[in-house]
């Protein structure tokens, strides 16, 4: 399984953008896809995670009710939604895939068997 992401750029604080993550390759409905990011000088953080059959999504406390998961499973797609942007959000974002993960292990990035690469996102204030 390859994964694509994209959509990363360059916003305002309060600002928008969608990152996409497109899975190539055999997936299923148990397929996990998480978003995570890394700022300069910091580790690779959780940011969110859903199953490509939907159900509950995660999210790190710190973008809740900011960012928004969805998945488009005849594209094999997963969507970040993100909205009102701080400059904290600024990051390299990726996606990370694996399949079957039970739900306590959305969050951890060892978990994932596969990863893109990573898109650029920064908010400037």
């Known amino acids: 399984v390859q994964l694509q992401a994209s959509g990363g750029g360059s916003v305002q604080a309060g600002g928008f953008l969608r990152l996409s993550c497109a899975a190539s390759g055999r997936t299923s409905s148990r397929y996990v896809v998480g978003w995570f990011r890394q700022a300069p000088g910091k580790e690779r953080e959780f940011v969110a995670a859903s199953s490509l059959r939907g159900g509950t999504s995660l999210y790190t406390n710190s973008v809740k009710g900011r960012f928004t998961i969805s998945r488009d499973n005849a594209k094999n797609t997963v969507y970040l939604q993100m909205n009102s942007l701080k400059p904290e959000d600024t990051a390299v974002y990726y996606c990370?895939?694996?399949?079957?993960?039970?739900?306590?292990?959305?969050?951890?990035?060892?978990?994932?068997?596969?990863w893109g690469q990573g898109t650029q996102v920064t908010v400037s204030s």
């Open positions: 990370a895939g694996s399949y079957g993960l039970i739900f306590s292990d959305y969050e951890n990035l060892n978990r994932y068997a596969y």
